[in-house]
């Protein structure tokens, strides 16, 4: 009987722990869903787990849903990193073509990346996660996507380099070991997210990809079909469940029902009268509150967010230059009104991200909130299926050694 191909992944986020175990089959390039664990979050604030066991303890409990209904073991998992302890900066490396025929082999790409890593800004606080080659330069012609095979003299290459910080980044690999689980790798969530919800369409002429999570909003922009900025905002659904809780002057637990059973935006839209009956969340109550209100509230909070993002894509000079769109993910994209409010305050074209490449496919509520998880696993696959491709600089934490992973052909189109 066949080995079976299974793959777990884990993301951890402030709101939920999203579980995704499936089993890669390689005759029809897909992944088969087998289980899912979506469970409260414990001991994560804003993307950084404060609290390891309460951590550990909601991994352990979404593990085991989704191991339940998938019906097998599982001992390790890949985990996906993402909260405002992660940001992104540009390294240039250069050196000089080593062969003798000036034709540019591997080991030229391994060192033009050894010599861009040279140039990150050391910080004690801060650990690399990924080093992602942008572009080659092949002595006076730029934009080369492979430069192996070229023939020149000198080799540049620009190079995007997600960073986090170093406790955060240890607290959660030691919450999922906490769990009972080996870390078999690990990647920057929105990373992985974009291999099943971006086209590579949209990845070519430009567009970001938001996963709007429950403490932080994480982000990743592509351009002519790669990174070229990551990061994270951090706010989140938490943060409007708390501004529902202050405006209201309810418990956060009422609010947050209220929110989702209530929560929209485009204020303007709703008649001034629409009433919400706080007897619906506790018994006996005989407040009514504004639903025009809450969508103010809501909406509010929103522009906020989408307001640093703007600023963060000023600072690469992508402000409304980004034909591709905005792809919204994570569970508070679903608030209604969401992709209206977005496209008025980017001026950029928006959609709803829905994974593919799935089997069952995942319907429009589901796929948004499980889309990171979803995506873990996908990139998962994509490593077991062409292990050597491509080049990029990785440094886990699980085996607390420096390892050097190829992967750039498997990232470009």
């Not at 092949?138 to 170093?166: K, Q, Y």
């Not at 929209?264 to 639903?291: W, Y």
């Not at 995506?375 to 050597?388: F, L, S, Y």
Request: glycine share 10%; proline share 5%; with cysteine.
């Amino acid at each position: 009987m066949a080995r079976r191909d299974i793959i777990t992944a884990v993301d951890v986020g402030s709101a939920m722990v999203q579980t995704v175990v499936a089993e890669r089959v390689p005759e029809r390039d897909a992944l088969h869903i087998l289980g899912m664990g979506s469970v409260p979050s414990g001991g994560v604030r804003r993307g950084a787990v404060i609290d390891v066991d309460d951590a550990a303890a909601a991994i352990r409990q979404s593990v085991d849903q989704a191991r339940k209904t998938a019906g097998v073991p599982v001992r390790s998992c890949w985990v996906g990193v993402d909260g405002s302890y992660i940001s992104s900066t540009s390294v240039r490396g250069v050196v000089a073509v080593s062969r003798a025929d000036q034709e540019i082999a591997p080991e030229d790409v391994q060192r033009v990346l050894s010599a861009a890593e040279a140039f990150i800004p050391k910080n004690h606080n801060k650990e690399v996660l990924h080093i992602i080659p942008r572009e080659f330069k092949v002595d006076n012609e730029s934009g080369v996507r492979d430069p192996i095979g070229m023939h020149g003299v000198r080799l540049e290459a620009e190079a995007l380099v997600i960073e986090g910080t170093s406790l955060y980044l240890k607290s959660l690999f030691k919450a999922v070991e906490h769990a009972g689980l080996r870390i078999d790798d690990y990647v920057f969530a929105p990373l992985a997210a974009a291999e099943t919800v971006l086209t590579k369409r949209q990845k070519e002429l430009g567009a970001i990809l938001l996963d709007i999570g429950g403490g932080s909003s994480s982000f990743i922009v592509f351009e002519e079909g790669v990174p070229v900025h990551a990061g994270a905002i951090p706010i989140g659904g938490n943060h409007i469940t708390g501004d529902v809780a202050i405006g209201f002057r309810q418990a956060f637990d009422v609010a947050e029902q209220i929110k989702l059973a209530y929560g929209t935006v485009m204020a303007a839209d709703l008649p001034k009268r629409d009433g919400i009956r706080l007897a619906e969340f506790i018994p006996g109550q005989e407040e009514v509150f504004s639903r025009r209100t809450l969508a103010e509230i809501v909406e509010a909070r929103l522009q906020d967010l989408f307001e640093l993002l703007q600023k963060e894509l000023r600072r690469i000079n992508r402000a409304r230059l980004l034909p591709g769109g905005v792809v919204l993910i994570g569970g508070s994209s679903l608030v209604p009104g969401i992709l209206n409010l977005t496209r008025r305050e980017l001026e950029l074209p928006v959609e709803q991200g829905v994974p593919q490449g799935f089997s069952p496919m995942l319907d429009e509520i589901e796929g948004p909130p499980m889309a990171a998880a979803l995506g873990i696993a996908r990139w998962a696959a994509g490593k077991r299926k062409e292990p050597g491709a491509g080049w990029m600089r990785h440094f886990p934490y699980a085996g607390g050694q420096v390892r050097i992973v190829r992967w750039l052909r498997s990232l470009l189109p």
